[in-house]
């Protein structure tokens, strides 16, 4: 599979085969840090709203603008 826009193609394949739409298994592995191990970030409750702001913005969270800090935090486990 040739996916330009996907930069993590292992990991889009795998998301797919779980059933996540295309949508957001794009988004999953465009992130910055797809693929790494996580675990350690902490939970998204900990994070400004800037710093949600900007991850929203890294995986194409429309009408972000207008979220606050929860709308961001459901916006972010849910899309």
Known sequence: ???P???N???YEALRD??????KSARIANAPNAG???GKAKPYEEWTKSELY???KNVGI???SKM???ELIYALRNN
Do not use: L, P, T
Request: hydrophobic residues 20%; without cysteine.
């Open 1 to 3: 599979m040739d996916i």
């Open 9 to 11: 193609e292992a990991q």
């Open 62 to 64: 429309e009408g972000r």
């Open 36 to 38: 790494k191990k996580g």
């Open 54 to 56: 900007e991850q929203a």
């Open 68 to 70: 606050n800090k929860s």
């Open 18 to 23: 779980k059933g996540y739409s295309k949508e």
């Open 5 to 7: 826009s996907v930069k």
